[in-house]
């Protein structure tokens, strides 16, 4: 059981505007922020898909699913789903207030499985039926 005293109650009010005023700035500008690099980067992103050449960006980075390298994941997501069949494949990814961001396709890596044996099957175990299956395979990432 827990008891307790009020010793100062205000009552819900609409707050001045000077004591709002900059948070309603600050979030202002930075509506505006991400509305001008994302038009931005529309921009950038038909040019560079015309003349891929002209692209500059950071460094390549590899990612996966589980290797993110820290990138958001929209970023990771619009680099794994982009289609690759024509490389260098571009795609832009809206951040909201982040920004936005282009993915720049240079290579497809295929994934590094591990295949591993299970243990020996018993000779007398069965699978479907009495036969046996030709192979017993697990994968680790």
């Known amino acids: 059981m827990v008891s307790g005293r009020i010793t100062q109650y205000t009552a819900a009010h609409t707050q001045p505007f000077a004591e709002v005023k900059d ?3 600050q979030r202002w ?3 505006r922020g991400a509305e ?12 560079w898909k015309a003349a ?3 692209a500059a960006l950071a460094a390549p980075v590899l990612v996966s699913r589980q290797e993110t390298q820290k990138l958001p994941a929209p970023v990771i997501d619009a680099a794994l789903r982009a289609d690759a069949s024509a490389l260098p494949a571009f795609a832009g990814v809206d951040l909201g207030t982040l920004g936005y961001a282009i993915v720049k396709i240079g290579k ?7 295949l591993k044996p299970l243990p020996n099957r018993n000779a007398a ?7 046996r299956p030709r192979a017993w395979l697990t994968t680790t990432a």
């Open 52 to 54: 891929p050449a002209s």
């Open 23 to 25: 948070m309603v700035r």
């Open 29 to 31: 500008l930075a509506q």
């Open 125 to 131: 175990s069965t699978h479907s039926g009495g036969r």
């Open 36 to 47: 001008e690099a994302r038009k931005d980067g529309i921009a950038k992103l038909a040019a």
């Open 108 to 114: 497809v890596v295929p994934t590094m499985c591990r």
